[in-house]
């Protein structure tokens, strides 16, 4: 079977790919094939992330284990499509390049028959320009944080610095 996916940059422009993938590839060839079809070199560090109807991030699949060892991490090359994505979940979010954070928007449209007589994968349509550099993200903290109740007593002021005793010359 092929998968047909429509990958949205999250920005206000509309900037997006649409990709045929045989659903047995593995993230890693999705990872590719998305970032030859907007133009990237593929040399940064890359994640896909499961993702719920509403767009929340959850598990991450990495395209390189960066982790010290404690934890289990699923990794791109080791994970097929058919393996996260099928019609009851068939959203996943997928960040390129930490620093710049590209964020694109990834969601299964179709399943369909294979065609022997096409080329997999196959970028189908193209629609935007890529814009210079990835969108600014607005990172908003959960209201619930133990770092903060919605009250600012607990944080210091900074006016007060000069308060805190320390000797500048301390070395």
């Known amino acids: 079977?092929?998968?047909?996916?429509?990958?949205?940059l999250d920005t206000e422009e509309d900037v997006f790919r649409d990709i045929e993938i045989e659903q047995n590839?593995?993230?890693e060839d999705f990872h590719n094939v998305i970032t030859q079809s907007f133009g990237f070199d593929g040399t940064e560090i890359a994640s896909f992330y499961v993702s719920d109807e509403q767009w929340n991030q959850g598990e991450e699949i990495s395209l390189f284990d960066?982790?010290?060892?404690?934890?289990?991490?699923?990794?791109?090359?080791?994970?097929?499509?058919?393996?996260?994505?099928?019609?009851?979940?068939?959203?996943?979010?997928?960040?390129?390049?930490?620093?710049?954070?590209?964020?694109?928007?990834v969601e299964l449209a179709e399943i369909a028959e294979y065609d022997s007589a096409m080329e997999y994968p196959?970028?189908?349509?193209?629609?935007?320009?890529?814009?210079?550099?990835?969108?600014d993200k607005e990172f908003k903290?959960?209201?619930?944080?133990?770092?903060?109740?919605?009250?600012?007593?607990?944080?210091?002021d900074l006016d007060e610095y000069d308060d805190l005793g320390f000797d500048e010359n301390w070395n």
């Open 25 to 27: 590839a593995t993230l």
């Open 141 to 156: 903290a959960d209201e619930s944080d133990d770092f903060h109740d919605g009250d600012e007593e607990g944080f210091m």
């Open 122 to 135: 196959n970028t189908m349509f193209v629609h935007g320009q890529l814009p210079d550099q990835a969108p």
């Open 66 to 105: 960066m982790s010290d060892g404690s934890q289990a991490v699923r990794l791109m090359n080791e994970t097929t499509l058919i393996d996260i994505v099928h019609e009851a979940k068939p959203r996943l979010i997928y960040i390129y390049d930490f620093l710049s954070m590209w964020t694109f928007l």
């Open 1 to 8: 079977m092929i998968y047909r996916f429509r990958i949205i």
